[in-house]
């Protein structure tokens, strides 16, 4: 069974940074896409980034180009989200979630979740 374990959220001021980890276990990740989404106090979860895992291959969403950075660590099964020039907007619980199979944006289509990690931005 695939387990995702998120750590790394906090809170920040206005133009900081932040780091995001997803622990991943209990799973061959080779045909997997990862992915981060997040949803904010009355919003609809919101894709964020994705990386195929095999080869690295990353997509963000428009509003998040530029200012994060999805990776991934094949030696201890991490995936990361480096977050910079934070903004209150980016307020929300993040999430880990894996996906077996082709490129998806849509978290629906995503098979396992972490349990989220919470970020404040401060103005």
């Known amino acids: 069974q695939v387990q995702l374990v998120e750590s790394g959220g906090g809170s920040v001021q206005a133009g900081g940074s932040l780091r995001l980890s997803c622990a991943a276990s209990?799973?061959?990740?080779?045909?997997?896409?990862m992915g981060w989404f997040r949803q904010a106090p009355g919003k609809d979860r919101e894709f964020v980034a994705t990386?195929?895992?095999?080869?690295?291959?990353?997509v963000y969403a428009d509003s998040m180009k530029g200012r994060f950075t999805i990776s991934r660590d094949k030696s201890n099964n991490t995936v990361y989200l480096q977050m910079n020039s934070l903004k209150s907007e980016d307020t929300a619980v993040y999430y880990c979630a894996a996906r077996y199979g082709t490129l998806a944006y849509d978290g629906s289509l995503y098979q396992y979740w972490g349990q989220g990690t919470q970020v404040t931005v401060s103005s």
């Open positions: 990386i195929r895992w095999s080869v690295g291959n990353t």
């Open positions: 209990g799973g061959i990740f080779s045909s997997y896409y």
